[in-house]
């Protein structure tokens, strides 16, 4: 699967309504206002923008812009994220230094997710948002989550400080794999 296309169709869950609007506004300078009228999602939208060629996984400029347009700061964070991963190509030791945690996590804490996510400061909006695109998995509300505080934090988002969070919540067992 096409990472790219993965990013542009979870974004394409975060957009109200009226942010599709707003979006479909911006690009009357772009796209014929025919094509503007059959966009009835982000999909559709985003689907647009490849095809004539203003966005494409190494061309991300006119999305970024589109976002700050419509002050989604969450979703230019995400794309800057995806650049720079896109960018460096091997980025697969800080990769699998987090994946193991977050595995770890994944695998062992429960319907008590939101309570470690609130302890790592991930803000409700946020969290809100993770279980509107992933209503009946669990597993997933929690891994998008650890997802979401990761880019959040950046560089800064430490194992410690999962193990300090997981500690906190009484989750020592939890924590205890993930030193491990």
Not at 35 to 50: P, T
Not at 109 to 135: C, F
Not at 148 to 176: H, S, Y
Request: charged residues 30%; negative net charge; contains cysteine.
């Amino acid at each position: 699967m096409d990472p790219f296309l993965a990013l542009l169709n979870s974004f394409s869950s975060f957009l109200s309504d009226s942010e599709l609007a707003a979006l479909k506004f911006l690009c009357r300078g772009e796209i014929s206002k025919k094509k503007l009228e059959s966009v009835q999602s982000g999909r559709d939208l985003f689907s647009i923008l490849l095809e004539q060629q203003l966005i494409a996984s190494d061309n991300v400029s006119f999305l970024e812009e589109l976002f700050k347009n419509i002050k989604r700061q969450d979703l230019i964070s995400q794309l800057k994220q995806f650049e720079e991963e896109g960018e460096v190509g091997a980025p697969d030791e800080q990769a699998d230094a987090h994946e193991k945690p977050i595995e770890v996590i994944c695998d062992n804490v429960g319907k008590d997710w939101k309570m470690l996510m609130r302890k790592l400061e991930v803000s409700e909006v946020k969290l809100e948002r993770v279980v509107a695109a992933n209503p009946y998995n669990l597993r997933e509300q929690l891994h998008q989550s650890l997802r979401e505080w990761q880019r959040w934090k950046g560089r800064d988002a430490k194992v410690t400080e999962l193990i300090k969070a997981l500690r906190d919540c009484k989750m020592n067992l939890v924590a205890d794999n993930v030193e491990q």
